[in-house]
Every structure is written in structure tokens, then in C-alpha cells.
């Protein structure tokens, strides 16, 4: 019996239960792509589409992935809400695209991040509308599209509603706006909305407590004024304003300068930022090294620690770039602190920790490369050990060698690790060339060939 069972019993048994265990899995799948939200149908975009363009409907297309918290918010909240799951019943066809699922979809409709909701009218794309919405806002937006306004005149819409009021609205409309308007290209119309929030900071601090937008704003103009010259021109204005307010504020005493315009160095502080959003790096670098003394700027320094650390990296600043990270912390201490916080125990296994990953392994790399470039190879050989140590993987060693190549250091010993690899395929090998071509830019110039009988 015992034979039997090990026999070609069991393999019809192993069969049969797998096969049940794959019903069972698709009815669980079936059941999940069942639920979907109130208003919305199941079936394909061009289903939907098809189904537009009978009935005279709009089409809306919800693109969402079960990783992304703000479409599962949506999905709580928004898309449940009586006045938005009535609209898209009454006037709408509404489907789901998961972006995961579907990648061509998604791919074809330019998907870069989520979630996005795609309106689409006679078979072609009207309006679109990112990140989370309230379902106030949803409805506004899906009302507006149905009456002919697209995202960016409904915005304009909502910012003149509140111009001049200093309220969070007008703040958050202003934001909204900007952001649009560089996404459809009028780069000359988010000028204005840009300089208005540079200039009225103490209101988008009153408005955003948590700081995003204030985060965001000087990366954003920074990307408008690699884009625009009319935008890197009004940017350049802001910074000559406030280089003169820095200058006024350094000839009065500091408790007089916090009184009359700020906290001190505020203005200091705007000065670099703003260099560094008109993409004038070298500023920012010569400003840090003719800094003598930075120890009365430490707080300064501290806050914009990120920011002159890519700058004084950007100009090749090498040695410049350790002295200001040994400000805080010695060079080693500093690498050693990033790879084990948060820990890497119980991380490195899961796949959700692999940006995490992949933004440590950057800043290691681009670390372990400056010392190289600065001369001070035992760090930096040391920073590669602590590296591979705790993330012993193809992807660090990588970033180590494309952090070496970019700052000019390239290493024969980059070559051991790539060929070490396996598997490296069209992404190693490509590495592997860029490591070639810069070996041979480095080596030393031959000696003259001497003849015989020469000394």
C-alpha cells in the first residue's frame, strides 16, 4: 500500500490537490477583481471605451496597484462617496486598471506614478488628475471635466477664487496650479506661481504644517529653471534680493535682524538655495570653502547639509565635500551609522525595502567614491568592505563602481567584482564597458620606449 501511495497514487493525489488549490486561487482572484468600487465596472479599458462612445458616457480610468496607500485611501473613501459613485453610475463608465496587472495600459498612458485618474472623451484622453483626492475635490474635478474645464482652467478657477486671502486654500490652490502647469509644459505660467510661494513662505508654512510643500518647492523650480530660461531669470532675481538682504542683516547685530526680518541667517539661507535652484553650484561650493570658521553657521549648515553636500559633489569639490560631512561625524562613522539604521536585520529580505535599499546603496557608494577622488583611499576601501558586508549584493557593487566611475577613480579591482557576478547580463556588461573606457582614460601615459644602447 506504502508503495502504492508513493507510486503513481500519489502523483494523481499531488495532482488532484494542486489542481484544487488552483480553483481555489482563481476564484479567491476572481472574487477580488469582483470588488471593485460603487460606480465602477468590471472589464478591460477598451470595453469601457467602446462603451463610452455608444452611450455617450465619459470614460474613467482609475489607475491603482495594491502597494500604492493613497489609491487604497481612495478606494476607502473617495470613490465610495455618495455624490462621486452616483456621477460615475449616472454619467460615467468607471474601471480599475491595476498598473501591476496591466503594465501596457499603463505604459501607453505615460504612468510614472500613482494614483492617476484618466478621463477620457470619444476615445481620446481629455484630462488627468494625480495624487490622492477628497471626495469634495473628486466630484469638483469629475463636474468640471463633464463641463468642458479641463484640470488646469478648473485650478485657475479655484486660485483666483482665493487670491489675496493668505488662506491655505489659496496657498494649496497656488501649489496645485504650479505643479499642473509644469505638467502640461507652460513653464512661463509656473513662474508666477512659484515666485508667489517663494515669497510667501510664512504662509505655506501656516498652511502645510507637516512641511511637504515647502519641502518640494526649491527641487521643483530647480527643474523649472534647468527647463526655462525666462523661469531661471525671475529665480536669479529672488537670489539678488536676498543676497542683499543677507548683506543688510550681517551688519546688524543678531537679535536686531531676527526682530526686523527673521531668524538669523534666514536670508543667508535663501541666498543658497536659490543659487542652487538657477543651478549656480559653484557658488554654493566657493561659499563653504571660504568659510574659515563654520562653527557659528552650524545650525545653517545643518539644515542645508544635503544640499551643499551634491553641490561641493556636483563641482568636484572632493575634499570640501569630507570636511563638511566631518562636521557631524568621521567619514567612517558616518557610513557605518547609514548602513545600520534602520537596521538591516529582517529587512533585507523583503521587497518593500528594496527603495530603501537602493537609496543607501547610492549614498554609501557616492561616500566611498569622494574619498577615493580626495586621496583618502584606506576610507575608502573600508566604506566598500562595510558596504558588502551588509548588503553583499550585485547592486552594491555596482553602485560602488558607477560612484567610482563618475568621480574619475575608477579601480582595476572594479573589474574582479563585475566579473564576479553571475548573470550580469546587458546591464553588467554595459557597466563593464563604461569601467574599460574609464581604466584606459586614467592610466598613466606610457614612459618613452627607449632604444638600444640608450641609457
Known amino acids: 500500500m506504502n508503495g502504492l501511495m508513493n507510486g503513481p497514487m500519489n502523483g494523481l493525489m499531488n495532482g488532484t490537490i ?62 465610495p462617496d455618495a455624490r462621486v459613485s452616483k456621477f460615475l453610475a449616472d454619467r460615467a463608465v468607471a474601471v480599475q486598471i491595476d498598473v501591476d496587472a496591466d503594465p501596457e495600459t499603463a505604459a501607453k498612458f505615460g504612468i510614472t506614478g500613482l494614483p492617476v485618474v484618466v478621463v477620457i472623451k470619444d476615445g481620446v484622453e481629455f484630462d488627468r488628475l494625480r495624487s490622492l483626492r477628497r471626495p469634495d475635490e473628486m466630484i469638483n474635478w469629475l ?57 510667501h513662505r510664512d504662509l505655506v508654512r501656516r498652511a502645510d504644517p507637516s512641511g511637504g510643500i515647502e519641502v518640494n518647492l526649491a527641487p521643483a523650480m530647480r527643474r523649472l529653471a534647468a527647463a526655462s530660461a525666462s523661469a531661471n531669470r525671475n529665480f536669479s532675481l529672488l537670489r539678488d534680493e536676498a543676497a542683499k538682504l543677507a548683506e543688510v542683516s550681517a551688519e546688524v547685530p543678531a537679535e536686531v535682524s531676527a526682530e526686523v526680518s ?66 557631524f561625524a568621521p567619514v567612517l562613522k558616518s557610513a557605518a551609522n547609514r548602513l545600520t539604521v534602520p537596521t538591516l536585520e529582517g529587512v533585507a529580505l523583503s521587497p518593500k525595502a528594496e527603495p530603501w535599499r537602493s537609496e543607501v546603496r547610492s549614498e554609501v557608494a557616492q561616500l566611498y567614491a569622494v574619498c577615493l577622488a580626495a586621496g583618502r583611499e ?37 573589474r574582479r567584482w563585475l566579473e564576479g557576478q553571475a548573470g550580469a547580463g546587458a546591464i553588467g556588461g554595459a557597466l563593464m564597458k563604461r569601467l574599460d573606457e574609464a581604466l584606459a582614460r586614467t592610466a598613466p601615459a606610457p614612459s618613452p620606449a627607449v632604444g638600444k644602447g640608450e641609457p
Open 18 to 79: 494542486m489542481t484544487a488549490i488552483l480553483f481555489v486561487a482563481a476564484c479567491i482572484h476572481a472574487a477580488a477583481m469582483a470588488d471593485v468600487p460603487p460606480g465602477f465596472t468590471n472589464g478591460s479599458l477598451e470595453q469601457a471605451i467602446k462603451r463610452g462612445k455608444e452611450e455617450g458616457r465619459l470614460v474613467v480610468a482609475d489607475f491603482t496597484a495594491s502597494w500604492c496607500l493613497p489609491c487604497l485611501r481612495m478606494e476607502r473613501e473617495t470613490w
Open 143 to 199: 463636474e468640471g471635466v463633464a463641463g468642458g474645464l479641463r484640470t488646469v482652467e478648473q485650478m485657475r478657477l479655484v486660485r483666483d477664487r482665493y487670491a489675496g486671502s493668505g488662506t491655505a486654500e489659496e496657498v494649496r490652490a497656488r501649489n496645485d496650479l504650479a505643479r499642473e502647469l509644469v505638467r502640461i509644459e507652460r513653464p512661463d505660467e509656473a513662474e508666477v506661481e512659484y515666485c508667489w510661494l517663494w515669497t
Open 262 to 327: 527673521g531668524p538669523p541667517d534666514a536670508h543667508l539661507a535663501d541666498w543658497l538655495m536659490l543659487s542652487l535652484v538657477i543651478g549656480d553650484d559653484a557658488s554654493v561650493a566657493d561659499w563653504f570653502k571660504n568659510l574659515s570658521d563654520p562653527v557659528p553657521r552650524l545650525g545653517l549648515i545643518r539644515e542645508l547639509h544635503r544640499e551643499l553636500w551634491d553641490a561641493l559633489v556636483s563641482e568636484r569639490r572632493w575634499s570640501e565635500a569630507l570636511r563638511l560631512r566631518e562636521l
Open 378 to 414: 584606506s576610507e575608502g576601501e573600508e566604506i566598500a568592505r562595510l558596504m558588502l558586508k551588509r548588503l553583499d549584493d550585485p547592486q552594491s557593487k555596482r553602485a560602488l563602481v558607477e560612484a567610482a566611475i563618475e568621480a574619475g577613480v575608477p579601480r582595476a579591482a572594479h
